[in-house]
T-cell receptor
């Protein structure tokens, strides 16, 4: 079974621009979660989508948004990029049940100049 | 508040030596506990998980972890470290304790493991 895939793997943007990252979950998985990883803040939960609905949200500004499609693929969008948004963005997928395991993709490295 | 503490930021061990990485958590209910490993520039790979039952869990690559409720700990161990184990290790806690299911994970700050030949 193919793993979680994320595109693009690397991205360079400038301040003020917006960016969209994509995540394709493992086949059959209905939950997709997004995490931001930075050297200063570590791994932080952004949001989780399950069956096209946002089920949980972390403590990030409204510039960070996401969505999930009927095939469980998910996108996250960051508008009005700031230098501090430079990070590794990780996507994880799971079946979405209670005793569940999340499987992570390789991440998208976003650099904001 | 829910939190995970990994007290050791950086650990160096000799190849063949035993390893223990510490993890303490604060959680309002029975936690689901995980250990992930991350190689440079890569995503997270699951090593092992604990949901319930036997408190000693076995994982991949020869790793094991023991859940100790009284100490709020979930330490990761390996009897003999290989050079390929050099990576960053993350402990995480999560769980469907919110009426419905949720997959939010709270991570520790990680422990960077270096292996000396």
């Amino acid at each position: 079974k193919a793993g979680v895939t994320q595109t693009p793997r690397y991205l360079i943007k400038t301040r003020g621009q917006q960016v969209t990252l994509s995540c394709s979950p493992i086949s059959g998985h209905r939950s997709v979660s997004w995490y931001q990883q930075t050297p200063g803040q570590g791994l932080q939960f952004l949001f989780e989508y399950f069956s096209e609905t946002q089920r949980n949200k972390g403590n990030f500004p409204g510039r960070f948004s996401g969505r999930q499609f009927s095939n469980s693929r998910s996108e996250m969008n960051v508008s009005t990029l700031e230098l501090g948004d430079s990070a590794l963005y990780l996507c994880a997928s799971s079946l979405g049940g209670k005793e569940d395991t999340q499987y992570f993709g390789p991440g998208t490295r976003l650099t904001v100049l | 508040a829910q939190s995970v503490t990994q007290p050791d930021i950086h650990i160096t061990v000799s190849e063949g030596a035993s390893l223990e990485l510490r993890c303490n958590y604060s959680y309002g209910a029975t936690p689901y506990l995980f250990w992930y490993v991350q190689s440079p520039g890569q995503g997270l790979q699951l090593l092992l998980k604990y949901f319930s039952g036997d408190t000693l869990v076995q994982g991949i690559k020869g790793f094991e972890a023991e859940f100790k409720r009284s100490q709020s700990s979930f330490n990761l161990r390996k009897p003999s470290v290989h050079w390929s184990d050099a990576a960053e290790y993350f402990c995480a806690v999560g769980g469907g304790n919110y009426g419905g299911a949720t997959n939010k994970l709270i991570f520790g700050t990680g422990t960077l493991l270096a292996v000396q030949p």
